[in-house]
Structures are given as structure tokens and as C-alpha cells.
């Protein structure tokens, strides 16, 4: 459900608007409609720049009955979810985007500054016990993207290496975690081209 948070970041007539919800994540079936809709142009200036986008909108399985010995012998179909498969929270949060927009009440101020964990006073909720109340910071400084963890329980990594305490910068395609949770880190127009099914 859109929130009206929303409405107050972004403006009632916006597109996003009706996708973002209170925990800064939007949602997946409305912006992927979104983006059929849209052309890149469009997508990426409502956007404005990047996103966290979870790593389960990306993984799927082979649907075929009697799959050949050699993997390489014919074309499989490839489904995005298992079919019938309940959404628990975990695969909500596995499945959720997150853009990068400041919301009224989030612990930084700054606008080049957002940060995730488990309290409701960050820019970005997962509410999972592996996520540390203030997990981790994204912050953008010189046109880069800069990744902290802040001291969380469970850790942060970058492309499978755990950070210490020192910000990394971040690139397109990169594969964040956070505790049991992973993202890729995706410019609009990457993910434009991806909800298309590119």
C-alpha cells in the first residue's frame, strides 16, 4: 500500500508516489508496471539515482520437466519464482528496491546521506533480527557512492568481502549484504531495463 509519505516527499501527482511505502521500499509489481509504461528517459529522472535492489528479484529456477543430461543440450524455460511459493518476510525483503529518497524522520537529515537497519528512524527499514538497528550508511560524496557498516552485529559486504571501518566505494552491479540479506546496486537505468525484462 502507498503511503502518504509518499505524497508528502514527492507530490501527489508523481508516479512513485503511489509505490513508496513507509519503509522506504517501493513496490515491486507497481514500479515494475511503472516501468513498462515509461520510457528510460522518464524512469530515470523521477529516480534521480540509485537503488537497492534485492538480490531474489534477480535469482529463479529452470522450469522443465525432464531436464537433459547436458545442461547445454536445449534451451530451458527459466521462471523467476518457484510457482506456488509462499511470500514469507524474508522473501519480501529478498524481493524488495529500495530508491534512494530521504524520508521526514530519518536519522540523517542530509540529504546525500541514507542509512538502513531495523529502527523505523532509518532512511531504509528491514525489519529482520539480522539487521542491526542502524546497520549500515550510503553516502554520496564527490559524485561517488560510499558504503559504511556501522559497528552491526551481523556484518556488511561488498561483492563477497566483509567491511571493516572504512567506507568502500560502490559501483554499479556490486552485490551488498547486510546480515542475511543481499542487494545489488543499481543505477535507474539498469533497473528500468531490467523490470522490462532486459
Excluded: C
Aim: proline share 8%; no cysteine; glycine share 12%.
Amino acid at each position: 500500500m502507498a503511503s502518504r509519505l509518499a505524497e508528502l516527499l514527492l507530490g501527489k501527482d508523481d508516479p512513485l508516489a503511489g509505490v513508496i511505502q513507509e519503509t522506504g521500499r517501493v513496490d515491486y509489481e507497481a514500479l515494475r508496471q511503472w516501468a513498462q509504461e515509461s520510457d528510460v528517459g522518464r524512469f530515470v529522472a523521477r529516480l534521480k539515482g540509485p537503488v537497492l535492489a534485492g538480490a531474489g528479484l534477480f535469482r529463479g529456477e529452470f522450469a522443465q520437466a525432464n531436464p537433459p543430461e547436458d545442461p547445454l543440450a536445449g534451451t530451458r524455460i527459466f521462471m523467476p519464482e518457484a510457482p506456488g511459493g509462499a511470500m514469507t518476510p524474508m522473501k519480501l525483503l529478498e524481493r524488495s528496491i529500495f530508491p534512494l529518497l530521504k524520508r521526514p524522520g530519518a536519522t540523517q537529515p542530509d540529504p546525500a546521506s541514507f542509512t538502513l537497519g531495523r529502527h523505523e528512524t532509518n532512511d531504509w527499514v528491514l525489519a529482520d533480527p539480522s539487521i542491526s538497528g542502524v546497520h549500515a550508511r550510503l553516502r554520496l560524496s564527490g559524485g561517488v557512492w560510499l558504503l559504511r557498516d556501522l559497528q552491526s552485529t551481523n556484518g556488511t559486504s561488498v561483492n563477497g568481502r566483509r567491511l571493516g571501518g572504512d567506507p568502500v566505494e560502490l559501483k554499479e552491479g556490486d552485490a551488498l549484504k547486510f546480515g542475511r540479506f543481499q542487494f545489488l546496486f543499481l543505477g535507474p537505468s539498469t533497473l528500468h531495463a531490467k523490470l522490462r525484462g532486459g
